[in-house]
């Protein structure tokens, strides 16, 4: 077996999809929203026999490593790395170079974040960190969950480190934890007499870190920053990261929602309390990248943190991106001035209560906005309403719209009806705008006659009583090199045994992406002709050939006739008889097709 089978063996693809999207049983596959166009009935089917999925809504298809490509905008090797990795197969045979690089990179970020994670437990210079983050609340068991460590107040610890496990200089520089001196060939540790807080990617590779200085120290170092981070490295792009996404993903799925705080110690210290779905940007707002990463995961967003009214903000930007991606916001309340770190070392039932009793965002927005003070001017007034009505015209009851129309109704000193009319135009050019969306969506490129030929394989392979057909097949009505390669096999095997099913064939075939592709339109058919009889299939097969006949003879006819028009041009005689005469023969010959 070869690494790609070994590894798909040994990840089952329901798990592994399921872990992305809602999958629901449906007979002998699985269905679910698909992730790759805007679906809205489940057009996407997983097959847990063929280990592939197919949508029949964009017909994109393929197996795990294509689903991982599509939906992270990875290349293979990257797929196969990540992949390889959960699987526990060992890829050392592969060409090494493709991995090098990265899994270099991603070596020296683990072996450092165990480094620094020891000293932090053992080391007598990490004393005054202990106990700072023992004032702080944290157990043991989470400093070591998050695998929290110290970087000593020295130049070069770490680097020697490194270097003493051969690690090249270049490599760890590449990882963003050493910078060049100014003396040739001298490097100091980038993070020093810091806290560090690994940070990890969703697959839990630590790709960077975020390093605090110690409260004792932040007068000193004033000029470097109370926290530091890595700086963009081939693996660590601080706008696709979410901190703690590695250990809150799967509680993210299970509440359907994200509580999403503002820096690395309340993910802390709100996953010790209990609150485990809970994630961080650090440092920045909110991305596109990251709202795209969450939104894989739940649609139900809950903030804490204070929620600039201004709307100029990068964090009220982020929020127009979450509503634009039709993510559902929720904001907790805090106590006045208080970071969920401080209130969950005050008491960590507060904090569960606060998420759970966290208020719809329209409510929050209008009380901010509008609270206490008489909104006078024309113009921010205008500024104000529409905000709002943007937030409700996402309501789905109409009875709670009308409830917040005349509320703000009220509260701007207008009519309920002129709100009414401006919300109508704002929800209809929302569903135009979808409709738009929706229109645009490209089907992936794959001619109808390549589909109608997989299907014919698909039928024969599938169906004992059709397989005997394989020998009247032309070949020569098949599109591509593929489709007829797995044809010429069929009909080999036939020859050969008088009967063939999906693994006699594979056998044959052995390419992976031949194999891939039957087993795709193994589950198309059985998708499509799911409740056919034998004799809709067999009829159903006649009707596909025909269909690919027809194509091949009109092609065939509409070539033949353009080489006429030449051999006309140029008065070649023989050839404009020769040529007649075939494209009589096609035409007659295409005529015995029977019409169905
Ligand atoms: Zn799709």
Known sequence: MDSIAEIKSKIDIVDFIGEYIKLRPVGKNYQGLCPFHKDTHPSFYVSPDRQVWKCFGCNRAGDIFSFLQELEGIDFPEALRILAKRAGVNLQKFDKSTFDKRSTLIEICRL???????????????????????????????????????????????????????????????????????????????FRGRIIFPIYNVYGEVIGFTGRILPGAEKKSAEQGKYINTPQTLIYNKSTVLYGI???????????????????????????????????????????????????????????????????????????????????????????????????????????????????????????????????????KKKAG?????????????????????????????????????????????????????????KEESSLEEEVAKKILALLIKEPKIAPKIVSLSLDILPTTDLRKIARVLKDVWEKEKKFNFKTISKQIQEERLINLIQIALLSVEKEYENFEFSDLEKEYGRLVNYLKKRYFETNIEEKELQLKDAEKNNDKEKIEILSRQIFELIKNSKKIKND
């Open 112 to 190: 450092s974040a165990a480094f620094y994670h020891q000293i932090f437990l053992k080391s007598p210079i990490a004393e005054e960190a202990r106990s700072y983050l023992e004032k702080r609340g944290l157990k043991e068991s989470t400093i070591k969950e998050f695998c929290l460590g110290f970087a000593p107040d020295k130049w070069d610890t770490l680097f020697k480190f490194l270097i003493k496990r051969k690690y090249s200089p270049s490599d760890i520089e590449a990882a963003g934890l050493i910078i060049p001196g100014k003396k040739q060939g001298q490097y100091y540790d980038r």
């Open 386 to 442: 529409e905000k709002i009505l943007v937030l409700i015209s996402k309501i789905k009851n109409s009875f709670e719209r009308d409830l917040w129309l005349n509320k703000l109704a009220d509260n701007l000193g207008v009519s309920v009806d002129s709100l009414r009319e401006r919300l109508t135009e704002i929800m209809k050019s929302q569903k135009e705008r979808k409709k738009e969306d929706e229109e645009e969506e490209i």
């Open 246 to 380: 590695n250990l809150a993903k799967s509680f993210i799925r299970q509440a359907d929602s994200v509580v999403l705080v503002e820096g690395n110690m309340d993910v802390i210290s709100s996953y010790q309390a209990g609150v485990k779905n809970v994630v961080c940007s650090s440092g920045t707002a909110l991305t596109e990248e990251q709202i795209k990463l969450l939104s894989r995961y739940t649609h139900n967003v809950i903030l804490a943190f204070d929620v600039d009214p201004a709307g100029v903000s990068a964090t009220a930007r982020s929020i127009d991106l979450m509503l634009a991606y039709g993510i559902n916001l929720k904001i907790i309340r805090l106590p006045k001035g208080k970071d969920p770190d401080e209130c969950i070392k005050e008491n960590p039932s507060l904090w569960k209560k606060a998420v759970s009793e966290s208020i719809e965002f329209i409510e929050y927005y209008f009380s901010l906005i509008l609270k206490g003070k008489k909104i006078a001017t024309l113009s921010s």
